[in-house]
Nanobody, 121 residues
Framework: VQLQASGGGLVQDGDSLRLSCAAS????????MGWFRQAPGKEREFLAC????????YYADSVKGRFTISKDNTKNMVALQMDSLKPEDTAVYYC???????????????WGQGTLVTVSS
């Protein structure tokens, strides 16, 4: 499975941004697609995940209500809509795929290259 994240950029405090993750290769219907981020000097942080088959979602408390994960099976894409962005959301954002409906990075076997989001104050 190959994952390609895109959509990052420089935005201002309070702005919105939509990230996309294009998936290719052997995508199993049982897969879970997740979004993580990593800020400089910090550990990788789980944000949200979605079941490829059912669309069930799971969010980290830190982004619940501000970020929305969605999928488009016809295009093999997963998106992360981010609203009310704050400077502390600045990080490299990664999409990932794996078999477990989990917030643990170790449960995801496939990773995209990351896209940088910078939120200025």
């Amino acid at each position: 499975v190959q994952l390609q994240a895109s959509g990052g950029g420089l935005v201002q405090d309070g702005d919105s941004l939509r990230l996309s993750c294009a998936a290719s290769g052997r995508i199993f219907s049982s897969f879970v697609m997740g979004w993580f981020r990593q800020a400089p000097g910090k550990e990788r942080e789980f944000l949200a995940c979605i079941r490829w088959s059912s669309g069930s979602t799971y969010y980290a408390d830190s982004v619940k209500g501000r970020f929305t994960i969605s999928k488009d099976n016809t295009k093999n894409m997963v998106a992360l809509q981010m609203d009310s962005l704050k400077p502390e959301d600045t990080a490299v954002y990664y999409c990932a795929a794996g078999p477990a409906f989990s917030g643990a990075a170790r449960d995801y076997k496939h990773w995209g290259q990351g896209t940088l989001v910078t939120v200025s104050s």
